[in-house]
Nanobody, 119 residues
Framework: QVQLVESGGGLVQAGGSLRLSCAASGIIVSINAMNWYRQAPGKQRELVAGVILGGSTNYADSVKGRFTISRDDAKNTVHLQMNSLKPEDTAVYYC?????????????WGQGTQVTVSS
């Protein structure tokens, strides 16, 4: 099992910045990727950013150039730096850890942290 605890959400004005953190604990070996998802009211959960074991990152088009994902392996933590925030970034943000073992995918989720961007 993997436990994920997010922190850093809150209320910010448009154009502002927030930094989300996700601390992983438990059986963290074999985690292949760490991701941030978000879900706005009435919408499906969407992938915002991800970083794989080798360090490569990927971003949703809507956040490219504004958000940066990073991982601190020494602290088993992943961060999401969010700059130039827009009202449409308002959502609950979820940390995700993904393991692929013998072609089986295992997903672990945090409890979510609310990000609200006011116009």
């Amino acid at each position: 099992q993997v436990q994920l605890v997010e922190s850093g959400g809150g209320l910010v004005q448009a154009g502002g910045s927030l930094r989300l953190s996700c601390a992983a604990s438990g059986i963290i070996v074999s985690i292949n990727a760490m991701n941030w998802y978000r879900q706005a009211p009435g919408k499906q959960r969407e992938l915002v950013a991800g970083v794989i074991l080798g360090g490569s990152t990927n971003y949703a088009d809507s956040v490219k150039g504004r958000f940066t994902i990073s991982r601190d392996d020494a602290k088993n933590t992943v961060h999401l730096q969010m700059n130039s925030l827009k009202p449409e970034d308002t959502a609950v943000y979820y940390c995700n850890a993904r393991k692929v073992i013998l072609r089986q995918t295992y997903d672990y989720w945090g409890q979510g942290t609310q990000v609200t961007v006011s116009s």
